[in-house]
């Protein structure tokens, strides 16, 4: 009897100090600003890159280890090299959530959720530099959108399909001010890169380039497949864009000429390049050291590295092989995506009661499982 009396007492004294510790946490992350010294700072940064410099930010639900906030969620932002995590928010609220959007210098943007849903289209920021119990309300009126971040300057349109415009607005951060730059119907991704945006028109048969300082367009011609949507822009150089077509290839243009060279046709280089199995995420891509480094769409993306001078391509991070659970019931209730450090590719698996974070150098050699 005493020694159940003893263990219920430990046992309560421990659940007590979990509580305090978790309260605690709480207070800080609410009040306390995150201080990093980043060496490379994101700037400009699209929708969805949610890396800076090495590392890493996500969203992570609360569970019973959060006692007793034991409901909602958190926002982490984490240290590729020695792991550390710091909370850059947390939401106790249990009808309520965050999903993943931008992290762009010492601002991190994110839509919130009402019961797993973007329903009430906020996109809101919160500057790590700041007391972080309340989020900076950028918008309640931009849901469903693209976009791009300069500086202290949001560039977006809206994408849903009742949409009766598809005008591009500059939204100033600080000021909160916004401005129409261009009308008419765009379409695709919107990417910012250096002092221009890029999208395409409705039609998909140009890309069009839009200054930033002046509103004024440039387009060149570029014949796609009916009903193209998939398409990303990244600038390997000073005078090439490279522009990867979903199921289709990847084609260099020269932006002083707007002459057009195909690097690799995804039909003639064993390239499964299409969106097997109806997954909506982001169509990553990046330049490494003279690499261009694509994914395609999937539950499980692979990754390949390709040669711009040369044209050679390998498939260096096949995410299915890579997944720690590939041969278990758990890879049913899975999904995973990529995202790209300064010196790290990081492949983050989301399943149904956890997340597996992996970490890959830039030739796909497994670097370690971060904690």
């Not at 550390?84 to 994110?110: C, H, W």
């Not at 950028?138 to 849903?160: F, K, N, P, V, W």
């Not at 195909?262 to 280089?269: A, L, P, R």
């Amino acid at each position: 009897m005493k020694k159940r009396r003893k263990i219920i007492l430990i046992s309560g004294a421990v659940l007590i100090a979990i509580m305090l510790i978790n309260i605690g946490q709480y207070a800080i992350t609410r009040w306390y600003p995150i201080n990093i010294d980043w060496e490379k700072v994101n700037d400009p940064v699209n929708m969805g890159e949610t890396s800076q410099d090495n590392y890493i930010c996500y969203r992570e639900e609360n569970g019973i280890k959060d006692i007793p906030f034991i409901m909602g969620c958190k926002v982490i932002l984490q240290s590729i090299e020695d792991e550390t995590k710091q909370i850059i928010m947390e939401d106790i609220n249990p009808f309520r959530g965050v999903s993943e959007s931008a992290i762009i210098g010492n601002n991190v943007l994110y839509y919130r959720q009402f019961l797993g849903e973007q329903t009430d289209g906020s996109l809101k920021s919160i500057n790590l530099k700041s007391k972080k119990g309340e989020w900076n309300e950028i918008s309640d009126e931009r849901e469903d959108i693209t976009y791009g971040i300069a500086g202290e300057h949001l560039y977006y349109y809206q994408t849903h399909a009742d949409a009766k415009e598809r005008n591009v607005y500059c939204y100033d951060l600080k000021k909160g001010s916004q401005e129409k730059i261009v009308e008419g119907r765009l379409w695709g991704n919107l990417t910012v890169i250096d002092k221009y945006l890029y999208l395409f028109d409705q039609k998909n048969t140009e890309l069009v380039k839009i200054s930033i300082k002046d509103g004024k367009m440039e387009k060149w011609k570029i014949h796609m497949a009916d009903n193209q949507e998939d398409i990303n822009v990244v600038q390997p150089d000073n005078k090439n864009l490279a522009v990867i077509i979903l199921n289709e290839r990847i084609l260099s243009l020269d932006i002083e000429t707007g002459k057009q060279k195909t690097i690799i046709s995804f039909s003639d280089s064993g390239v499964i390049n299409k969106n097997t199995d109806g997954m909506d995420q982001w169509y990553e891509a990046t330049t490494h050291d003279g690499n261009l480094y694509f994914c395609d769409k999937g539950w499980y993306p692979k990754l390949y590295k390709l040669e711009l001078k040369s044209g050679k391509k390998e498939l260096i991070l096949d995410g299915i092989e890579e997944d720690p659970y590939k041969n278990k019931e758990e890879q049913d209730e899975a999904f995973s995506y990529v995202t790209f450090c300064k010196d790290y590719i990081v492949c983050i698996y989301q399943y149904k009661k956890e997340r597996k974070i992996r970490v890959f150098d830039y030739n796909g050699k497994f670097v370690k499982e971060l904690r």
